[in-house]
């Protein structure tokens, strides 16, 4: 189980090689991959975070996801700092015996992500930089767990 | 004496990311209480907590929460990760 949490990119193709590897016994590997949506005129995104605390709520989130579908390995790397319309923002890679627990482990691990890691987007564009709201629809999709 | 972080648009309103603070609050809600009083800033980041979230030593907590043996208490809005 590893939870990175760091400002420089990272190679999902090379860190989804490597959980493979390392996820011995493992019959499936689910990943997903966060990118920055170049929408709206957007020019780039400032990511905050609480050092510490970050890791902590992370890894948190994934023994709660490792003991529930009793994943084989799980993996978190989620970046701060500034990021340009188009890069990797974080991801999040699970490794079970059978696919239904490894998909539904990273599903699980993205939304609560979204609104239990201490995370803040702001936004840049031409006419300013604004802070990324919080949706409802985000705080609704954890009572489905 | 206990640190006080905050956070997004909480700090920037406030002006400062982190402060070392003398409180006899015992609650969460009571120091923010006390922060309130201090300055228009800070009437302004919290004048509406229902907005807000709150963490203690690095747990989510409530506003009603005790701060006896807290450490580090930390303001920001609703997280926007992932």
Do not use: N
């Amino acid at each position: 189980m590893r939870v990175r949490v760091r400002a420089e990119a990272f190679d999902q193709g090379a860190e989804v090689s490597a959980f493979t590897t390392g996820a011995t016994g493992a019959g499936a590997v689910v990943s997903f991959t966060g990118i920055v949506r170049p929408d709206g005129g957007l020019t780039g995104m400032e990511i905050e975070h609480y050092p510490g605390m970050t890791e902590k709520a992370i890894t948190a989130i994934l023994e709660q996801a490792v003991q529930r579908w009793s994943l084989v390995d799980g993996l978190v790397i989620h970046r701060h700092g500034r990021l340009a319309p188009g890069e990797p923002i974080m991801m999040v890679a699970t490794a079970a015996p059978h696919r239904a627990d490894a998909f539904a482990a990273a599903e699980f691990l993205m939304d609560y992500l979204k609104s239990r890691a201490p995370f803040w987007k702001k936004e840049s564009r031409d006419g300013g930089e604004t802070w990324v709201a919080a949706k409802d629809a985000d705080e609704d999709a954890l009572k489905r767990w | 004496m206990i640190d006080v972080l905050y956070f997004a648009w909480v700090r920037e309103r406030i002006g400062l990311p982190r402060e070392r603070v003398e409180t006899g609050a015992t609650t969460v809600a009571g120091l923010v209480e006390e922060l309130r009083a201090r300055e228009e800033r800070y009437a302004a980041a919290f004048a509406d907590t229902s907005a807000l979230r709150v963490a203690l030593d690095q747990d989510l907590a409530d506003f009603d929460a005790p701060l006896a043996g807290v450490r580090e208490v930390a303001f920001f809005p609703p997280m926007t990760g992932g």
